[in-house]
């Protein structure tokens, strides 16, 4: 990615006296001149003078030592320094480091090895958003080490936003709804056997296209072209794709060569079901040409959604998935509800949330009904009710019922919630109600709940002034959670189905940013798992209490502006991925929830797909290195510049990958960034990703391995 992301932080200026939120002091006792006053420290932690210190020392060995709490309320990022010792314990012994609310446990969003402590007292800075309201400082150790603390200081300040540069896409307007084209506008139509196609000129350039083409939703490259070029030196060609909503579709712009023939798709994406037009305009040079393509698409999966277990969904509700590019909606009824229109766009992939009570024969009347409104439906039961114990024998009930239904209904099992604990099992009951009802054909997908993800994050981190290049505890925690423990294993190896997660749902960390971290590797690593969908809450009122983080609309029904980004651009980038194997893995880069570096790769169509993030503080220079050409790039990054996408058209080797002599993609990650690549391949195929690495050192280009290069690439000419 091209642009410049700028992660400086910031200060904002205070002046003693002046600050409303720090003219009490907070904290008050910072250098612990006062002994432990305003602190609360573990038993046996002791507060003693120190050669070096400022005031006294706190000497902590274990536990969590927590100033009293901030008055008045904090909110925002917060700067966090310590001056702090080591004075002995193990190299992977850590220092911790917190902001948490009065009666919140302090759980580590920073941590800080011995190993890069030196024997000197050293100043660590870390940039923390604090939860909202009045706030603890806390400090904690990990491992066996004995740490001296002093000057202990909290400070606002701002995150900086990155510039978009030249690389961010550029799509057309969306056209009317009702949007039908006039005739053929600047195509002629062309009889070939049985089949028909479309001819355009362009300049010097002509380009053959089908009338009709059919795609899976989510999937890019349906749309081929295959274009000529009558003059004597190559052309520039740009293909733009406008369409009612629904389309997702950046120009492309690639190189015809003057010689024979050149096939490409133009990136076209579809997010509905059904049947719409859409123009495509061409571009070389001063001169433009459109023509007419009917787009008929078909349901694919995993589909990205939002689940209204509350209050139905109002139509601002359902425009606002529209524009999003979302693909299911889930909705809580009854069966006495169902009877009336649900409103639902037939468009979407939509779930029927029924709740009791009900009967077998309710179901069984409402058999012919449901699919009318539906693609799935699940008996089910919110978070704080038990399931019902007829959960498994009335879902077999209901499935014998629409076998003698015409149109098609798939079910899902009642959602089993996963334990907050991962090392803790899944309800052996609730296990034997979906393995049962897969078995028996039932089901087409398991619905699992996952609890309330807590979401962590921080910002930059250094001592000394150097970056701490180590996992942080933060994304640790998260990715241990997002590994949704053993149980999810177990049931995917009982029910042999995908999974579909529901009414997915996150307590804030007290900053929007923050919590667009966590729910982008949330998605990917539950899309990793084999998913039929992820619906999260849309609302607060559709979330357990607190935990709206995640709501892509807000309590008056506003979209949350972050959020709702991450959300639209993960579920294009997500929609109907197949979880491929990862065959190279080293200690610090792979699947593992404790890794510097964590990637999940991907297959859809002829599309590689894969989701890479940074769990340190410090930027990471990587390698990505693969079997095949990638022919085009689409990236989304969320980090702590905010969410940005870039598009490259066309893709050629850098000349320090040729200098490697391997086919690999440079990728620079900043501090605690997600980024997401989808990339056409020329050989689309299940082992596409070979190896992600650190950057290794660069050698001089030599004759030899640029022939190598140059002769590869020629066999994959556009």
Known sequence: MTRQIILLISAVAFIAGASGNFAHGFPANPDFENDAKAWTLP????????????????????GWALTDPSDPEQAGWHRLTVRARVADGEKTDRLLLTLCGPDDMPSARAGVPVETMGSRWREIVAELP????????????????TWLIDSVH???????????????????PPLPVDWEPDGLLDAVERQIGRGRELIINVGSL???????????????????????????????????????????????????????????????????????AARVTFFSGEEEASAPVLVEVEPSYPATG????????????????RNLDLQLVSIRTSLEQIRESTGLPSHLARVLLLTPPWSGEELRSAAPVLPQHANFAALYHARDQSPAEAGRELTADLRHALDDVDRPLHLLSPPIDLPADPAETIEERAQATASELAAGGAIASTAV??????????????????????????????????????????????????????????????CEVADAMTLARLLA????????????????????DGADAFCVLDGRGQPNELITRVVAELSRELAAVVPV???????????????????????????????????????????????????????????????HRSYRGMFFFSEDAIALNRRVMFVTLEPHEFRLMSMQLARPHSTWLAAVERKPQIPEITDRTRRVFEDWERRFAR
Not at 44 to 60: F, I, Q, R
Not at 154 to 172: C, G, H, Y
């Open 154 to 172: 909290l400070t606002p300040v701002e995150l900086s936003v990155a510039q978009e540069t030249d690389d961010a896409p550029v799509f057309e």
């Open 449 to 510: 709940r996952l609890p309330v993800v807590q979401s962590r994050a921080a910002g930059t981190l250094t001592v000394d002034g150097r970056r701490v290049s180590v996992p942080q505890p933060a994304w640790r925690e998260i990715g241990f959670e997002a590994q949704l423990s053993a149980a999810v294993r177990r049931l995917r190896e009982s029910a042999q189905l995908p999974i579909f997660f529901a009414d997915i749902a996150g307590r804030s960390a007290g």
């Open 306 to 321: 939002l689940s209204f277990t509350g209050e139905q969904p109002s139509e601002a509700d359902l425009a606002t998935i």
């Open 130 to 145: 604090a939860p909202g309201g009045p706030v603890r400082i806390g400090i904690g150790t990990e491992g066996a080490a």
């Open 43 to 62: 038993d046996g932690v002791t507060v003693a003078p120190h050669e070096g210190a400022t005031g006294n020392a706190l000497h902590l060995s274990e």
């Open 525 to 544: 690593q539950c899309a990793y798992r084999g998913a039929t969908g992820f619906a999260l809450s849309a609302r607060p009122t559709d979330a357990p």
């Open 581 to 643: 194997r990862s065959y190279q893995q080293s200690e610090d880069i792979g699947l593992g929830a404790d890794v510097a570096v964590g990637y999940r790769p991907f297959l859809r169509g002829d599309e590689g797909v894969a989701a890479l993030w940074n769990n340190t503080a410090a930027p990471v220079d990587l390698i990505v290195e693969l079997r095949t050409e990638p022919l085009d790039v689409h990236e989304v990054s969320v980090g702590l510049d905010g969410v």
């Open 206 to 276: 002509r380009i053959s296209l089908p009338p009709e083409v059919n795609a899976r939703r989510g999937h890019r490259g349906a749309l081929r072209l295959s274009v000529t070029n009558s003059a004597s030196s190559a052309r520039e060609l740009s293909v733009s794709v406008a369409g009612p909503p629904g389309f997702f579709a950046p120009r492309r712009t690639v190189n015809i060569r003057p010689d024979g023939e050149t096939v490409f798709s133009a990136s076209l994406q579809s997010f509905f079901v059904g049947q719409r």
